[in-house]
C-alpha cells in the first residue's frame, strides 16, 4: 500500500517554463489536496477537489492549474514558473466526509524556481 | 473560515509530557479539530481529531474545552522523535478543504 505518492521528488525550473507536479493515491479516497510549504512557514493550500470531477480554489491559486484525471490522480500545473513558486508542493488525500477522518500526505516536490 | 492560534514554539525534557495549546474561539458547532504534526523534511502526519469530547489514541490524547473554544494536544512522554511542529486545524462544515495555520514547533531536550 503506497498511500500518496508525488512525482518527482525534486525539480529545477528557469523562469517561464511549465511543469506538471503528479500526485496518485491508491486509498480510494475521494479528495484531494494541493498544499504549498515555504521555507520555515506553515502549509498554505493551493487547490482542493473534493470528489472526482470537481476542482475549488484554495487560499493561494494564482499561478497553478489542477486536474482530478480521475479518482486516483490529482496533477498541479505551473504554465509559467516564477521565483516566487520557488517552494516545496504537497499533496494529501482523504474520504469525502473529511470533517471526521485523516488526511494522508506526499512527501513532497521540492521545486526550484531560478 | 474558523481560525486557530497557537504558541510559536515550545519545549520539553524528554519522558515528560507536554501539553500543546490550541486556540480557536471562532469554532462552528460542527468544526472537528484535528492536529497533525511535521517531522523535519517530511510531510504532515495525522494524530488525532475530535468534535466534542475527549479522545485518546496510541499517539496522544486531546482534551477539548467544554464550550470548545480551546483544546490542547497531550503527549505523555515526550521521546526526540516527537520533535516537530504541530498543526492544530479546524475541518470547515460548509466545504471540504482543510488549512493549516503556522503551528507549534515543538523541542525535546534530552
Known amino acids: 500500500n503506497a498511500g500518496v505518492t508525488q512525482t518527482p521528488k525534486f525539480q529545477v525550473l528557469k523562469t517561464g517554463q511549465s511543469m506538471t507536479l503528479q500526485c496518485a493515491q491508491d486509498?480510494?479516497?475521494?479528495?484531494m489536496y494541493w498544499y504549498r510549504q515555504d521555507p520555515g512557514m506553515g502549509l498554505r493550500l493551493i487547490y482542493y477537489s473534493a470528489s472526482e470531477g470537481t476542482t475549488d480554489k484554495g487560499e493561494v491559486p494564482n499561478g497553478y492549474n489542477v486536474s482530478r484525471l480521475n479518482k486516483r490522480e490529482f496533477s498541479l500545473r505551473l504554465e509559467s514558473a516564477a521565483p516566487s513558486q520557488t517552494s516545496v508542493y504537497f499533496c494529501a488525500s482523504s474520504t469525502f466526509l473529511q470533517q471526521n477522518t485523516e488526511a494522508f500526505f506526499g512527501q513532497g516536490t521540492r521545486l526550484t524556481v531560478v | 473560515d474558523a481560525k486557530t492560534t497557537q504558541p510559536n514554539s515550545m519545549e520539553s525534557n524528554e519522558e515528560e509530557p507536554v501539553h500543546l495549546p490550541c486556540n480557536h474561539s471562532?469554532?462552528?458547532?460542527?468544526?472537528?479539530i484535528h492536529w497533525y504534526r511535521q517531522l523535519p523534511s517530511q510531510g504532515p502526519e495525522y494524530v488525532i481529531h475530535g468534535l466534542t469530547s475527549n479522545v485518546n489514541n496510541r499517539m496522544a490524547s486531546l482534551a477539548i474545552a467544554e464550550d470548545r473554544k480551546s483544546s490542547t494536544l497531550i503527549l505523555h512522554r515526550a521521546t526526540l522523535r516527537d520533535a516537530a511542529v504541530y498543526y492544530c486545524i479546524l475541518s470547515s462544515g460548509n466545504n471540504n478543504d482543510m488549512r493549516f495555520g503556522a503551528g507549534t514547533r515543538l523541542t525535546v531536550k534530552p
Open positions: 486509498m480510494n479516497h475521494n479528495s
Open positions: 471562532t469554532i462552528s458547532g460542527t468544526d472537528y
